[in-house]
């Protein structure tokens, strides 16, 4: 049986990651894999109930962070845990970086809390590929302005997606093994072609 792989797209708002999500099953089934594609905060009715309260209610930076690990909590026993057992590929559209970047780089928590809340949920695991789909705001606005009404992330002003867009970067350069800055300007086909190596890499395993 293959050794199960997990892997989690990350990005500022309108980057442009979701757009490969559906290639990127396809690549993996192409290659013999059962794929499970799933998202954060979400991936289990309940975390999708999570979901929608984060996505729209206000409420404190704390509660923020503890609902998305609550979603995660979820989201790893039902779905991610199981799927890599089985030996699937499991391709989540965000996951804990984003917490990083998001409550720490955008709503300011301290690093060391959210590290606390990392460990006790996931300390064990790690993706072993992440894919960090890498714009300036301006153009990921652009991208989103096309979009269905913002959600409470989406509306966020510059300043808000540059901190995010900045922790994103930092922590790509703490883990450079794992997460993967994938160039995001171009045509939706240059940004694709610009995968292909590191999921090869992916399915070959650790040097
Ligand atoms: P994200 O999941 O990172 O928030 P999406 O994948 O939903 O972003 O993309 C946001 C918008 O930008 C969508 O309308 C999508 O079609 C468009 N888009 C994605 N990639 C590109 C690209 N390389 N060039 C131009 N538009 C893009
Ligand atoms: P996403 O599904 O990427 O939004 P959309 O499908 O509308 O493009 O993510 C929802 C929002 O949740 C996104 O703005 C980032 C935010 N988020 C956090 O703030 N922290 C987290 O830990 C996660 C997983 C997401």
């Known amino acids: 049986m293959s050794e199960g792989l997990f892997i989690t797209l990350e990005g500022i708002d309108g980057a442009g990651k979701s757009t490969h999500l559906d290639w990127l099953a396809d690549w993996f089934r192409r290659r013999g894999r059962t794929v499970r594609l ?14 929608a309260l984060l996505l729209h209610e206000q409420m404190n930076p704390d509660t923020e962070a503890l609902l998305m690990f609550a979603a995660r909590s979820e989201h790893l026993a039902r779905v991610i845990r199981p799927a890599l057992e ?32 990392e460990d006790w949920v996931h300390g064990d695991l790690q993706p072993h590929l992440t894919l960090l789909f890498d714009v300036p705001d301006d153009v990921a606005r652009q991208r ?63 040097a």
């Open 38 to 51: 799933t998202r954060e905060p979400g991936g289990t009715p309940l975390g999708e109930q999570l979901r």
């Open 86 to 117: 089985a030996g699937d590929v499991v391709i989540s559209d965000r996951f804990t970086d984003a917490s990083f970047a998001y409550q720490c780089g955008g709503r300011g928590l301290a690093e060391d809390q959210l590290a606390i809340l």
């Open 144 to 206: 989103r302005e096309s979009a269905r009404a913002p959600d409470r992330f989406e509306s966020e002003q510059a300043a808000f997606h540059d901190r995010v867009r900045t922790v994103y970067l930092r922590r790509a350069e703490r883990f450079p093994a794992r997460i993967k800055r994938i160039e995001g300007h171009g045509s939706i086909e240059q940004v694709r072609a610009r995968l292909t190596p590191h999921l090869e890499a992916c399915l070959d395993g650790p």
